[in-house]
């Protein structure tokens, strides 16, 4: 079959980047800006929690509601960072969301944020030295597990939003909300602009944190204000798994160094099996004047803005994801110790303030026969991520009978299709606007495979060098200085004729 031109529309993009809001408010709208898959509680006793990806046509149960919400109460410090009607905080023991500010006579504390929780059934009545911020009246009780579904590989992204249910519809919370028995709220889980390969932290007053995408150099994104040291008892380790990401939230990463042993006795019960350590934005840790060795502090470069509610740490890019049987598919942590290989993080229980220096982990190794020397202790952390490609994404929800849209089925919501050669074609109606882009970076499945100079930027992809199937396609527009200036992500269904000769290769390079 002779091969056509498609012309896929991807404009305006830096219009686009101020729409992005109201556009969600309809299950089309937020399917075509990034949507991977929503959840939907309906606030009632035995409600149902359920999961759909393919933009509300659908759902499957993975829960149920213990005891609804019938409050608000004001958020933990760091929520003040979050946009309004949105998940404030993800972890395997509870989500967090932002309805709203407080109103006038309401409760208020730093935080200026009233909230309502999802709380997993194993934290309906906090456990013994339970630190972290309590639901009450405004927790959603769920019958689901610690670290499981929800509160692992089915969570949100901080910052996602979240929504009313009407029947046609999806709508913001009202400026005065109230949660109400049978109110349906849905999270819309969104897919970030690009998943990150690694972050890395070099774990040193002054060292640099990089980040790394797939095809480009590394590109530092903040600096090491204060090393961390030491491992602390942080909520819901025990339900986490060493080297594991235990919360993300605007002002919190916390990674678990503890194993998975909350199936076997409750946390807070018998001896202590917690353990974790923290990196905290700069002015979030001042603010909340915890100075402990358990904490690394990063803080911004220079010319940069606060990192506190910010990409790619403290909003949208952290997930919970964890696969036992796929790490790829998984985010991990591993160190460095004394600048050599990466390796997994020592698993480490209880409070230590010196868990990380040479000493400490020389006598970690003793304990279990290894003869190591250590003479500088963990130098390096890094956090790598999976590839959240449309395989990923089916194989988190195939364990919940969820109906995820099948290359052979059709077009998945919010996915062009489309065959031969595809014309990307990336118009701005304000000249000034072109003026501002020094190149446009174009993306398949993570990999550069155009950069263009000259406007008006177009790129002729050759869809018949790629799989047919589900693609990622993005679109970055950056200035002279290399920042960021305008984006759009969109996924395409290639559906080409089977060759009739040898094999194509991949566009971008070996898959």
Known sequence: MD??????????????????AGALAGREAAAQEGEIFRVRVHNATAGAIEVSADGGASYAEIGKVVRPATALVPGFAASRWAPTASVAAVAVHGLRIKVRPPLPGEPKNSSETMMMSLVPREFQTPPSGYA?????????????????????????????PVRLELPDRLLPFPEDYQPRLDDRIVILAMRPPEMPREIVFENWKGGQVTARFEGRDPQPIARVARPVLGVGRYDGTTYTGVGRVNTNHCGVITISTAGVTGFLLPEGRGSERRGGFQIEPARHAEQVAYNAPQVMVVEPLEGQGALEGQPPLFSGYIGLFWDRRSPERSVLAEVKID????????????????????RRLSE?????????????????????FPRLDASTVAHFLEGYAVA???AAGG?????????????????????????????MIVYVDGRVVAMLNVSPFRHDLDTRRLGNGLHDVELRAVDAAGNIIAQRKTTIFVENSPPTGGATGSEGGAR
């Open 404 to 406: 995820v849209p099948a």
């Open 132 to 160: 972290g911020h309590v639901a009450g009246a405004s927790g959603i009780y769920t019958d689901v597990a610690c670290g499981e579904a929800l509160f692992r590989n089915l969570a949100p992204f901080v910052g996602n």
């Open 364 to 384: 970690h190794f003793r304990s279990r026969g290894v003869e190591r020397r250590v003479t500088s202790g963990v130098t390096h952390l890094r956090l790598s």
């Open 3 to 20: 091969s056509y031109r498609a012309h896929i529309a991807l404009a305006p993009l830096l219009a686009w980047l101020l729409a992005v």
């Open 411 to 439: 077009t998945p919501a919010g996915a062009a299709r489309v065959q031969g050669v595809v014309t990307l074609n990336v118009e701005l109606k304000n000249i000034t606007d072109v003026g501002q882009i020094a190149m």
């Open 339 to 358: 600048n050599g290989a990466w390796e997994p993080i020592p698993e480490v229980l209880g409070k230590s303030d010196d868990a990380f220096t040479a």
